[in-house]
């Protein structure tokens, strides 16, 4: 019997995966992919143009992966392993396997709400999509999510009322929200190497860098990504090493709850 300190101790460790998820947050047929090499910069300054950067946006019907994962909590490190679906625009889901593959969450979020099973402690929950903006800021919504998991730029950034600067093969843009600062460092190829965003009202910072993308039927998609959220006296590290991602090909959204299952409020 799992002894009551390790029980809340695993508890812990599962709520931390699933807030770091939620912010921001397989196939018969395999699609081509290939590693994207980022060109060197030069010195030579041009204008930006926003219009090539939308298009650069990578668009699917399904995306699906399953990423090897590093979650940092302050001074604790654990191993974890993600299977993320996604259907564009309708269901984010995910499965979160701990020791020995061992499944201990699944989540799946909608444009208008968010299911979370807990399979440690038999609970699951069922929230609006806004509850997730406990932790995070009112900006993240779900299309934002879905542009984090993939590596597109988030959309409202994608707006007339923005700063864009390019120089040295990098583009930055930069804004501001009624809540929140952005910035967004595009590299050569237009896709988002590093978001920043900072919330000084919440005392919260998320850093989302993309270190690797993977060109997969001639679209570009992020395979490593590192996301890092501040928020007081909370760190928190998350690094997604991507395998087996496939676009446009059939994907299940199963979230069956068992009966033993309490729901928490």
Same mark, same amino acid.
């Given at each position: 019997?799992?002894?009551?300190?390790?029980?809340?101790? @695993? @508890?812990?460790?599962l709520?931390?995966?699933?807030?770091l998820?939620?912010?921001?947050? %397989?196939?018969?047929?395999?699609?081509? @992919?290939?590693?994207i090499?980022?060109?060197?910069?030069?010195?030579?300054?041009?204008?930006?143009?926003?219009? !090539?950067?939308?298009?650069?946006?990578? #668009?699917?019907?399904?995306?699906?992966?399953?990423?090897?994962?590093?979650?940092?909590?302050?001074?604790?490190?654990?191993?974890?392993? %993600?299977?993320?679906?996604?259907?564009?625009?309708? *269901?984010?889901?995910?499965?979160? #396997?701990?020791?020995?593959?061992?499944?201990?969450?699944?989540?799946?979020?909608?444009?208008?709400?968010?299911?979370?099973?807990?399979?440690?402690?038999?609970?699951?929950? !069922?929230?609006?999509?806004?509850?997730?903006? !406990?932790?995070?800021?009112?900006?993240?919504?779900?299309?934002? %999510?879905?542009?984090?998991?993939?590596?597109?730029?988030?959309?409202?950034?994608?707006?007339?009322?923005?700063?864009?600067?390019? !120089?040295?093969?990098?583009?930055?843009? #930069?804004?501001?929200?009624?809540?929140?600062v952005?910035?967004?460092?595009?590299? =050569?190829?237009l896709?988002? =190497?590093? #978001?920043?965003?900072?919330?000084?009202?919440?005392?919260?910072?998320?850093?989302?860098?993309?270190? *690797?993308?993977?060109?997969?039927?001639?679209?570009?998609?992020?395979k490593?990504?590192?996301?890092?959220?501040?928020?007081?006296?909370?760190?928190?590290k %998350?690094?997604?090493?991507?395998?087996?991602?496939?676009?446009?090909?059939?994907v299940?959204?199963?979230?069956?709850?068992?009966?033993?299952?309490?729901?928490?409020?």
């Amino acid at each position: 019997m799992i002894s009551f300190r390790k029980k809340l101790m @695993k @508890k812990n460790i599962l709520s931390k995966i699933i807030f770091l998820f939620c912010v921001a947050f %397989l196939f018969s047929c395999k699609s081509k @992919k290939n590693i994207i090499a980022v060109p060197p910069t030069n010195n030579k300054i041009v204008k930006a143009n926003f219009s !090539k950067i939308e298009a650069k946006q990578a #668009t699917f019907n399904t995306f699906s992966t399953k990423a090897a994962t590093n979650l940092t909590i302050n001074d604790k490190n654990f191993d974890v392993t %993600l299977n993320i679906r996604i259907k564009k625009g309708e *269901a984010i889901w995910a499965s979160i #396997t701990y020791i020995a593959g061992v499944e201990v969450a699944r989540a799946m979020i909608t444009p208008d709400s968010l299911k979370i099973m807990d399979r440690i402690n038999n609970e699951y929950i !069922k929230k609006q999509f806004d509850y997730i903006h !406990k932790f995070s800021n009112n900006e993240i919504d779900y299309n934002a %999510l879905e542009a984090v998991l993939v590596g597109n730029c988030l959309p409202f950034v994608l707006n007339d009322n923005i700063a864009i600067n390019q !120089k040295e093969n990098i583009t930055t843009i #930069t804004g501001q929200t009624n809540q929140m600062v952005y910035q967004i460092g595009l590299n =050569q190829l237009l896709k988002p =190497q590093s #978001t920043v965003l900072i919330s000084e009202i919440n005392q919260q910072k998320l850093e989302v860098n993309i270190t *690797a993308f993977q060109e997969i039927l001639n679209q570009i998609f992020a395979k490593t990504i590192s996301l890092t959220s501040i928020a007081k006296d909370k760190n928190v590290k %998350l690094i997604m090493d991507y395998d087996k991602t496939f676009i446009d090909q059939p994907v299940e959204f199963p979230f069956n709850v068992p009966k033993r299952f309490s729901l928490i409020e």
